[in-house]
């Protein structure tokens, strides 16, 4: 499965950005997708995720209400991030989950990574 993010750059505090990201090849075993981002200095942490199955999605306490994860019937997913902060700066992954997985927030559930994408905010 080949997992391809895009769409980060530098924003000013209280802007808006939205990523996307594409998995392809030999999706038909996956039912999850998650947004994770890493700081400097900082692990990887969860942000987001959706099950394409089940409808659902999970947000980290820290983004719940700002940011939302959505797809298309294609499976391509996005995370449109509003009223961004400074602390929410960082390289944003996407992965789609273990073949079967629920949803979750660890990161040992996903199995296949993009390479990132650059969240700069300052203000």
């Known amino acids: 499965v080949q997992v391809l993010e895009s769409g980060g750059g530098s924003v000013q505090t209280g802007d808006s950005l939205t990523l996307s990201c594409r998995a392809s090849?030999?999706?038909?075993?996956?039912?999850?997708l998650g947004w994770f981002r890493q700081a400097p200095g900082k692990e990887r942490e969860f942000v987001a995720a959706?099950?394409?199955?089940?409808?659902?999605t999970l947000y980290a306490d820290s983004v719940k209400g700002r940011f939302t994860i959505s797809s298309d019937i294609a499976r391509s997913t996005y995370l449109q991030m509003n009223s961004l902060k400074d602390e929410d700066t960082a390289v944003y992954y996407c992965?789609?989950?273990?073949?079967?997985?629920?949803?979750?927030?660890?990161?040992?559930?996903?199995?296949?990574w993009g390479q990132g994408t650059q969240v700069t905010v300052s203000s």
């Open positions: 090849g030999g999706t038909f075993s996956k039912r999850t």
């Open positions: 992965a789609a989950g273990r073949a079967g997985a629920s949803i979750s927030s660890t990161v040992s559930e996903y199995d296949d």
């Open positions: 959706i099950d394409w199955i089940a409808d659902a």
